[in-house]
């Protein structure tokens, strides 16, 4: 297949991604209204004209600083290994990383599509690897120390969840310590991502998939000798690790601080900003455990779970979860999605004219 027939296929994929995404979207939107005759398109609305605007630009300044944080954890981790990355560059790794989380399974296409555009900017692929796995860690472990936090400042808002989401957050919580420590063996001990991928050559080879092995499981020593040294590289700077885990931190704390903003812009007071922020924690958790592209649905129902007892009207309510998720998820997606697909495009008119 031609390079102009691989740029064709991978921009309809994208365009099929989004169109998935918006049909997610119709369906849920169709859930809420059905359970909630009185609610509609209009009222949500004249709800949204009605916000104070100086905090719902706040929670729009937040939303953007959630793709900005993580591309400049990205852009320090690849200086630190000798890459001079372009701002533009920085954002389109957070961009691609937060677009296909959104519309993958677990968000697992995330990361592979962070490295993908890692490569095609010029980053090896050992490097932009080394680069991911290490920023995984990083905001995995923002996400335990939000969790702690959480626990320690109010565990009896645990309480306030229904059983299931009780459950998710639990969930969670095992869930991502897992991924925390996979990741930290990866980095630790790189001979056992390398005894993975021997692994998956030989078992390819032997159903005719892939061919010549020799070689490949060559390139994979060459690739893993290089990789070990990038994440010594990584790991021997601990003024990095602080930097990174911050900037992490950062990024999800900008994602929460979006429901604050919108519960601010409405003019509400039954509940404190602080409040919000450990409510918030734990929906991230339990958001963090259902392998469903953007937790769509979960997400809705970790909200109405949480802040339910706070609203005296559920009108208000749902208002509230529309304009947080809307700005949050929805809106996120479609920025960060439109800024990958137009990087993608210029990317491909480059490579074309051989720029």
Do not use: W
């Amino acid at each position: 297949m031609s390079k102009s027939e691989n740029s064709s296929v991978s921009i309809k994929k994208q365009l099929i991604n989004i169109g998935i995404v918006v049909l997610l979207t119709v369906v849920i939107f169709a859930i809420i209204f059905g359970k909630n005759k009185n609610f509609s398109f209009n009222s949500f609305f004249e709800f949204v004209g009605e916000l104070n605007i100086f905090y719902l630009i706040c929670a729009f300044v937040c939303m953007l600083l959630f793709i900005v944080f993580e591309g400049f954890s990205l852009r320090i981790i690849l200086k630190h290994m000798g890459f001079k990355t372009k701002k533009r560059y920085a954002l389109l790794y957070s961009a691609s990383d937060i677009y296909y989380s959104a519309i993958t399974p677990s968000a697992t296409g995330g990361q592979p599509a962070s490295v993908y555009y890692m490569r095609k900017s010029g980053v090896y692929g050992s490097a932009a690897t080394a680069a991911v796995t290490f920023n995984i860690f990083m905001y995995i472990t923002s996400i335990v120390v939000i969790a702690l936090f959480a626990f320690l400042a109010n565990p009896a808002s645990f309480l306030q969840f229904d059983l299931i989401y009780q459950i998710l957050i639990v969930a969670g919580v095992l869930i991502q310590g897992s991924i925390m420590l996979f990741c930290f063996l990866l980095m630790k001990k790189p001979n056992i991502l390398k005894a993975m991928a021997k692994a998956i050559f030989k078992f390819l080879n032997k159903i005719k998939i892939v061919k010549n092995i020799e070689k490949r499981l060559e390139s994979l020593d060459k690739t893993m000798n290089e990789y070990k040294n990038k994440i010594d590289m990584i790991l021997s700077n601990r003024s990095l690790a602080l930097k990174s885990f911050l900037l992490n931190l950062l990024q999800r704390i900008s994602q929460m601080a979006v429901a604050v903003f919108i519960y601010l812009a409405a003019g509400l007071t039954d509940i404190s900003v602080f409040q919000i922020f450990v409510l918030q924690s734990y929906c991230l958790l339990g958001a963090n455990a259902v392998p469903i592209p953007g937790a769509a649905g979960v997400s809705e129902g970790l909200y109405l779970s949480a802040f339910g007892s706070f609203f005296a009207s559920k009108h208000m309510l749902l208002n509230c979860m529309m304009a947080t998720r809307g700005i949050a998820y929805y809106i996120c997606f479609i920025i960060a999605g439109g800024y990958t697909f137009i990087c993608h495009i210029i990317m491909t008119l480059k490579s074309k004219k051989g720029v």
